[in-house]
């Protein structure tokens, strides 16, 4: 399945594997990566769980030529699972299967406290809206009622209809407000 269609079948349902999942949705270069590094650094040092989806719209490679890992796909493994004592990696090849959708990825995934997806902005998550002002693009939550909160470096230039609106460089506010949402998904009083 393409990931330019909503990829839903079966995503509520896996989604209740984690604490909760949150998407970052953007523009190119509104700074969805630099965000996830510093709120993944920030949950994770309150001792909370947490993963993350990446979607890339390219043809990447993370695994090293000349590696038995690599060897073993060059060779013809469709998957290769690489595992020592400080971390495991499976490498599936696509191949003619169509590209994985998230539900399937958050299957995969070990249970987590807070998953951060960054792509899949299609997808029926709820997320958080990165805009910045001076990339002079139109706001993407005018249409996609998924879109939950709106992280701005320019917070008064946004429509009065904005859902709530957090300062882009205010990390601890973006942080609680996932927060909350994690709590209120364990049935706790939020924080």
Same mark, same amino acid.
């Given at each position: ?11 509520? /349902?896996?989604?209740?594997? *984690?604490?909760?999942?949150?998407? &970052? ?9 630099? &965000? ?13 769980? =947490?993963?993350?989806?990446? *979607? %890339?719209? *390219? ?5 090293? @030529? ?5 060897? *073993? +796909? ?11 004592? %400080?971390?495991?990696? &499976? ?5 003619? +299967? ?12 070990? $249970?987590? /406290? ?11 998550? $709820? ?10 693009? $139109?706001? &993407? ?11 701005? /470096? /320019? =917070?008064?230039?946004? @429509?009065?209809?904005? $859902? @709530? ?15 909350? +949402?994690?709590?209120?998904? +364990?049935?706790?009083? @939020?924080?």
């Amino acid at each position: 399945m393409s990931t330019s269609l909503p990829d839903n079948d079966g995503l509520a /349902d896996v989604m209740q594997r *984690h604490g909760t999942v949150v998407g &970052l949705a953007g523009w190119s270069g509104s700074g969805k990566t630099t &965000l996830a590094e510093k709120l993944i650094a920030l949950l994770s040092s309150q001792g909370l769980d =947490v993963a993350t989806i990446k *979607h %890339a719209h *390219h043809d990447f490679d993370a695994d090293t @030529p000349g590696k038995d890992s690599y060897r *073993h +796909r060059a060779a013809g493994a469709r998957q290769v699972a690489v595992s020592s004592a %400080a971390r495991a990696v &499976l490498f599936t090849e696509n191949r003619t +299967r169509a590209e994985r959708t998230l539900a399937d990825l958050l299957a995969a995934l070990e $249970p987590a /406290d807070i998953v951060i997806v960054e792509g899949f902005k299609k997808s029926a998550i $709820p997320k958080i809206e990165i805009h910045r002002a001076a990339a002079n693009k $139109p706001v &993407l939550f005018t249409g996609d009622a998924q879109i939950i909160a709106v992280a701005s /470096d /320019d =917070v008064s230039a946004l @429509p009065d209809a904005a $859902p @709530p609106a957090i300062a882009l460089d205010d990390i601890d506010a973006i942080a609680a407000f996932i927060l909350a +949402r994690y709590d209120q998904h +364990r049935g706790a009083a @939020p924080q």
